[in-house]
């Protein structure tokens, strides 16, 4: 059987034919993404150091299939989205999806000439937690930390997961002043995100 790496490096160099889907490689799901740093690579990573197969940032450009991001430590990363790549915007999306400004986090492999060739990309995910301030049918107001941030029910997408209960699209249980946890897609430079997943604790 052919590791992550190898079928990556093929997809890169233009054996493409055949390339396994990413996501039979591992979840795309938004909870995959902040365990993203904990890469399939198989060299070891020092304490400490950088991830070579792990890049965040923000897109600053594109062209044809590569991105060029810039990370929040103001390094560039150069990502080649290939055949097997799974990209990830608020649920699986095509690469026309991705737009200069959307934040990023993409794992893969590092190449020889520096570029990394993504195996999943998450397009402006976050992970925020907060307590509840208000809420409708359509929006939950979150208190992060002192912030309000706004939160859309998205129709077909957004979900929430009740303690130990399977996902389900009913958001009714949630309540004023509960502490929750949400998943999902941030709109850039706003404080607005559609909720992929809120988890309550009860």
């Not at 299939?65 to 989205?81: A, C, D, P, Y």
């Not at 990309?121 to 002192?146: E, M, P």
Request: proline share 6%.
């Amino acid at each position: 059987m052919r590791s992550r790496r190898d079928v990556l490096k093929s997809a890169v160099l233009g054996g493409g034919a055949g390339v396994v889907a990413a996501t039979a490689l591992g979840s795309l799901g938004p909870e995959a993404a902040f365990a993203a740093q904990k890469s399939f690579a198989t060299q070891q990573v020092e304490p400490g150091a950088p991830d070579p197969n792990f890049a965040e940032g923000r897109i600053r450009s594109i062209k044809d299939n590569t991105l060029l991001v810039l990370g929040s430590n103001m390094v560039f990363h150069t990502i080649r989205v290939v055949d097997g790549t799974s990209l990830w915007k608020l649920g699986p999306v095509p690469f026309d999806q991705a737009k200069p400004g959307d934040g990023l986090y993409a794992r893969g492999v590092l190449m020889p000439d520096g570029i990394l060739a993504a195996e999943a990309v998450w397009l402006n995910i976050v992970n925020i937690k907060g307590h509840i301030r208000n809420i409708t049918s359509q929006t939950i107001h979150l208190d992060h930390n002192g912030q309000d941030v706004l939160c859309h029910v998205v129709a077909g997408k957004s979900v929430a997961v009740h303690s130990e209960s399977p996902p389900t699209a009913d958001l009714s249980m949630l309540k004023v002043s509960q502490h929750v946890q949400i998943m999902g897609a941030w709109r850039p430079d706003t404080n607005e995100v559609d909720i992929a997943t809120v988890f309550s604790p009860h």
